[in-house]
């Protein structure tokens, strides 16, 4: 597994939900990819495959999952991993992503992504597990940083240098979530900025757009938002630094029509398109 | 405390029982371990009223939302997918609610037909009764969606008035033995009532008992020729509804422990 990489994409794409099944199925939706939750069809057969099927004629698919439980110092779950390895032979995605996380302990499940404290065992045992899968699925995984709500005192790094050090020694990849980013500077008090100077850019290979919610204290990765002014900053900085790279707006609920995505997409394009010129100049 | 350690305590913490998970948050993360311990209930409640969304109608919110509580506090998840969740929700509905035996069998139809939904594929056979020439050694292969559970109400006919927003009718105890019977047909998942007779033919077709002995199992004091024509008229019911994937005659070693 070592040996392979995964070369940078450029392009737009959507995530798909049920909500947008007939549009992708009857319409030329203008996206270059789309990415689906891949729990959502690892499942046996039925509509959801069927859709699948279907919507993999048009579009390149990157597989995006919630329930690996990189993080779970008790290993993984090597059912999960043979229906996603079964999957992703049925999909033939652009990549494989999953988050910096753990959702379950003992074979009881969160359905969560729950929060890491970032030392250098929780290092150990999450480059383990990403090794692991990696060599499972005989291809490398992209690693999505989260968003949070608590921090642990016994953290000895930041989150950034976490996933640094992560990509050096597992040979994985980041999907770099803006709002996630922005989530958690907000929630944790850290320098967006300083959050993107940090991670190993040229490791990524997907950004995720979406929009929060206000909590009574803090801000909720809820992704049921437009994406807001500070995610859409945080985007040009991270063009700036990289230029074009696979671009997605990930929206999870109150999910809107898909002309409203749609436009919002054309928002990251022209965004995307102003610092390339920068860039270039 | 090492990350194993810390993991089982959160999860404890998440349950709402003591943990020592506060002591080692920053601030003691009250307001961000709020959030955590909020959403994991409300998931399981929510994927709850989504899998049983008529059950829910059924019930009302109280009753339906106590039996919710119920099911959380007695009910970890233990599978990676929050669509297994409900698996043991028709059951805890029979024993917490005795005397509403409606209210389960509605939950198990909304169970089975989830399942149905995107269980694997297997198309339907095309032959029909014509293509049969031995009878009496035919077996069948049904479709893999299908399940079948015995009732004793009339859950079909609420779940219908339901599903097309109409006031469900009173529950009303069924005189003769009865059984659903949930498949999924192309990409549709269907149920239909069948009754007694149809009921134990089906449990010994599945069981893979060739067509002959079927029919005189349920013959049930009928004449052989009387017996044949019934159980042909059902065989015919389950071609039409797409309930058989293949049709053997026996010997065929590919339907053994079908």
């Known amino acids: 597994m070592s040996e392979q990489t995964i070369p940078r994409m450029q392009g737009f794409g959507l995530g798909l ?265 | 405390m090492t990350l194993l350690a810390l993991q089982r305590d959160f999860c404890s913490a998440l349950s709402g029982r003591t943990s020592g998970i506060p002591r080692r948050l920053v601030d003691e993360g009250e307001a961000g371990l709020k959030v955590y311990k909020n959403a994991y209930r409300l998931r399981l409640r929510d994927c709850l009223r989504e899998t049983f969304e008529k059950t829910w109608a059924w019930l009302g919110d109280a009753a339906f939302d106590a039996a919710v509580d119920r099911y959380i506090d007695s009910h970890e998840s233990r599978s990676w997918t929050l669509d297994d969740y409900g698996d043991r929700f028709a059951d805890a509905l029979a024993s917490g609610l005795p005397n509403a035996p409606e209210a389960a069998e509605l939950a198990w139809l909304e169970w089975a037909m989830r399942r149905a939904f995107d269980g694997a594929d297997a198309p339907a056979t095309r032959k029909t009764e014509a293509d049969l020439a031995d009878w009496e050694s035919a077996k069948f292969k049904f479709a893999p969606t299908l399940q079948l559970r015995s009732v004793t109400t009339n859950c079909a006919a609420i779940w219908a008035a339901l599903a097309e927003e109409k006031t469900p009718p009173g529950v009303e105890f069924l005189y003769s033995p009865a059984a659903l019977c949930v498949w999924r047909k192309e990409l549709s998942p269907s149920f239909r009532t069948v009754d007694g007779v149809e009921f134990l033919a089906l449990r010994l077709a599945i069981a893979n008992v060739p067509f002959g002995e079927v029919c005189r199992l349920v013959a049930d004091g009928r004449s052989r020729e009387g017996a044949i024509a019934l159980l042909g008229k059902m065989v015919g019911r389950w071609l039409q509804d797409g309930l058989l994937a293949a049709i053997s005659p026996e010997p065929d070693s590919a339907f053994a422990g079908s």
């Open chain 1, 17 to 281: 939900r049920p909500k947008h099944y007939n549009d992708f199925l009857t319409r030329e939706i203008a996206v270059d990819f789309v990415e689906i939750i891949s729990e959502n069809f690892m499942v046996a057969g039925g509509r959801p495959l069927h859709v699948l099927d279907a919507v993999r004629e048009r579009h390149p698919v990157a597989m995006h999952g919630v329930s690996m439980s990189i993080g779970s110092a008790d290993g993984l779950d090597p059912d999960y991993l043979r229906r996603l390895k079964a999957l992703a032979e049925r999909v033939r995605p652009m990549w494989v992503s999953d988050h910096l996380c753990w959702t379950a302990i003992d074979g009881k499940n969160s359905h969560d992504l729950l929060p890491l404290p970032y030392t250098e065992e929780a290092l150990d045992v999450v480059c383990r597990n990403v090794k692991f899968a990696q060599d499972f699925l005989e291809r490398p995984l992209l690693i999505e940083n989260p968003s949070s709500y608590v921090r642990f005192s016994e953290s000895t790094m930041s989150e950034w240098r976490f996933l640094t050090e992560l990509c050096a020694r597992a040979g994985c990849y980041l999907l770099l979530d803006v709002n996630n980013i922005h989530v958690s500077g907000v929630n944790h008090g850290f320098d967006p900025y300083a959050y993107l100077a940090g991670v190993p850019m040229d490791r990524v290979r997907q950004i995720h757009l979406a929009g929060p919610s206000e909590g009574e204290e803090i801000l909720i990765d809820t992704h049921d938002h437009d994406v807001p002014a500070p995610v859409w900053a945080l985007y040009g900085a991270v063009m700036e630094s990289i230029g074009p790279i696979a671009t997605m707006i990930e929206r999870d609920e109150d999910i809107p029509p898909i002309d409203a995505l749609l436009s919002e997409l054309d928002a990251a394009r022209r965004i995307s398109k102003a610092k390339g010129l920068e860039r270039a100049a």
